[in-house]
């Protein structure tokens, strides 16, 4: 089985919609992110947490909002989703034990907001 | 503030023929940096990466990279590319205060031509 593992993998809403991405990890790392992909934009990030009571803002969070709901699990909302959300979504986790530790990757969510 | 540079979002090379990526970082404090492969339709793996033990780092696939700290620069090498590594490549940097949050660059495209 995956470490990470990202639910819905595709979805196609639209414009307006409440639509939330779900990010589950048996790594038993403390850190979790959520990066959005987009052609020749790279990976950017749009929240991060280091704890369960620990959550920040990354480079894009506006219409976005996050839950952690457990060591294990982190959520992504859109609130209204808008057309230019559309994008590559990645959840990844890291282990603040570790200098430098990796990141690792969940499968990605392709998002389509009509 | 930390940032990484990716020259040039494509690269063509012959199989067999030598792999060079660039990455150009900018870290106020000494940096920890990574290179990391994506796969159509997967997430993001780790390759190697670089924190300030031994400057030519050897990674996975046959990949090295070479911290130069008077060019600023991490580049990625491999002596002979193998059809298989046609990917995405990131460049990614952290600082070395253990904040870890980790900043991408835009990422280049690698084809191999059979």
């Known amino acids: 089985d995956a470490d990470v593992t990202q639910t819905p993998r595709n979805r196609i809403t639209k414009t307006g919609k409440r639509i939330m991405l779900e990010c589950s990890q048996t790594k038993g790392h403390d850190r979790m992110y959520w990066y959005r992909q987009d052609p020749g ?12 009571k620990d959550i920040n803002k990354g480079e894009i ?3 976005y909002s996050v839950s952690r709901q457990a060591q294990a699990k982190f959520s992504l909302s859109l609130e209204s989703a808008i057309p230019n959300q559309t994008a590559l979504y990645f959840c990844a986790t890291s282990d603040s034990v570790k200098v430098a530790d990796t990141q690792y990757f969940g499968p990605g969510t392709r998002l389509t907001v009509l | 503030a930390q ?30 940096l990574f290179w990391y492969v994506q796969y159509p339709n997967q997430g993001l793996q780790l390759l190697l990466k670089y924190t300030s033990a031994a400057t030519l780092v050897k ?12 060019e600023t620069s991490f ?14 490549y990131f460049c990614a940097v952290t ?11 835009t990422g280049t495209k690698l084809q191999v031509i059979p």
């Open chain 2, 95 to 105: 600082d070395s205060g253990g904040y870890q949050k980790v900043t991408f660059g």
């Open chain 1, 61 to 63: 969070s506006d219409g």
């Open chain 2, 59 to 70: 990674g996975i696939n046959g990949f090295e990279a070479e911290f130069k700290k008077s």
């Open chain 2, 75 to 88: 580049h990625l090498t491999k002596p002979s590319a193998h059809m298989s590594d046609a990917a995405e």
């Open chain 1, 41 to 52: 934009l790279g990976l950017r990030l749009i929240y991060y947490s280091f704890d369960v």
């Open chain 2, 3 to 32: 940032s990484v540079t990716q020259l040039g979002s494509h690269v063509s090379v012959s199989e067999g023929a030598l792999v060079l990526l660039r990455c150009n970082y900018s870290s106020s404090v000494p940096p920890y």
